[in-house]
């Protein structure tokens, strides 16, 4: 049974950093493309950022120069360095391959940019 939590969410400054970070349970984590999505209130849920087994890596615009993927395939985990946030970055973050596998929908876990 595939299990995916992430964590790492939390309230910060516009400005200011998060790391994010999920780990992965009953997949064959090191062959998928996997990727960080996000929803925010009122909207679809989006891929931001993806890396493929051979770190490969995908950012959407928005967050291009501020965000960036790694993985550990060692420890069947996914990061995400989240910098120069800003408020339009609210919303939550879930990581799951690319593209998407419905049974792999974790809690996801919360960003709030706000002062």
């Known amino acids: 049974q595939v299990q995916v939590v992430e964590s790492g969410g939390g309230l910060v400054q516009p400005g200011g950093s998060l790391r994010l970070s999920c780990a992965a349970s009953?997949?064959?984590?090191?062959?998928?493309?996997m990727g960080w999505y996000r929803q925010a209130p009122g909207k679809q849920r989006e891929l931001v950022v993806s890396?493929?087994?051979?770190?490969?890596?995908y950012y959407v615009d928005s967050v291009k120069g501020r965000f960036a993927i790694s993985r550990d395939n060692a420890k069947n985990t996914l990061y995400l360095q989240m910098n120069t946030l800003k408020p339009e970055d609210t919303a939550v973050y879930y990581c799951?391959?690319?593209?998407?596998?419905?049974?792999?929908w974790g809690q996801g876990t919360q960003v709030t940019v706000s002062s």
């Open positions: 890396i493929s087994p051979g770190r490969i890596t």
């Open positions: 009953g997949m064959i984590f090191s062959h998928n493309d």
């Open positions: 799951n391959a690319v593209p998407p596998n419905r049974t792999y």
